[in-house]
């Protein structure tokens, strides 16, 4: 009985909304017209002839995220941060060592299967990451992608294998906090320019401003780099791989193991 009054509420649910869709898409139909700040977005991206508000980055994602909103990205950043921080305080009392004698994992061929696809893996997260101002994607998604791999090794092999490869918490959070300095460094950058050479400069600035001379090159060595987002989604992506990589490590410790050695 009970499980029938759960199908029917689930049901019913499923209903409701399917009838609220289908009346919106009667009389809420989106306008054909872009909004004035999307025209702005899309004609100043990538246009080289007005050098003094555009991003040089054909990727419009990209360059709202780290800069025409570069603050609200840097902020978010901090605030996943401050999440993994505080994590890993709830976590303070487990202790993660290598177990010299698990034998987890599953069977040789999955283990084989992971052992070849595991650099695919990373070269794909890391080409979504490093070509993010040029193609969909970015430091974010590249580095989640890249928390795959030691998310499915511990599951094919085990977590206690992948700490003893030196894999632990204490490290990715070394490697989180170089991920962030980065990308606080980068943030700087424009401004610790400006104040060496005498010029007007701004936080989170790439290129040169109406009122800021101060500009990254847009090319390196014949190659498109926009500037200050290459360096942007190059130290997202190691700050969240390494963060993932954390928080994984944490929730597949095994209890028992911690209460044994406690």
Known sequence: MKRLVKTLVLVSIILGFSLILAVASEYFIPGEAVRPLAVFYLSTTFNPWIPHLTVNSPEAVTAIV??????????????????????????????????????????????????????????????????????????????????????????????????????????????????????????????IIGLAVGKTAYVIQNMAKPTSEVSFPAYFNGSLVSGTLWFFNLFEMIAVAAGFTIAFLLLTYPEKKEGENA
């Not at 700490?163 to 962030?180: A, D, N, P, Q």
């Open 66 to 191: 780290w800069d025409y909103r570069g603050l609200d990205t840097l902020f978010e950043t901090a605030v996943f941060y401050l999440a993994l921080i505080a994590g890993i305080a709830l976590a303070r009392g487990v202790s993660l060592r290598a177990d010299p004698n698990s034998e987890g994992g599953l069977s040789v061929i999955v283990k084989t299967v992971t052992r070849i696809t595991g650099p695919m893996i990373v070269a794909v997260g890391a080409s979504i990451g490093l070509h993010g101002h040029l193609t969909p994607g970015g430091g974010f998604q590249g580095g989640a992608t890249i928390a795959v791999i030691p998310l499915v090794i511990i599951i094919a092999f085990s977590v206690f294998f992948v700490i003893g490869k030196g894999v632990t918490k204490e490290k990715m959070l070394v490697l989180r906090s170089i991920g962030l300095v980065g990308i606080g460094l980068t943030a700087l950058a424009a401004l």
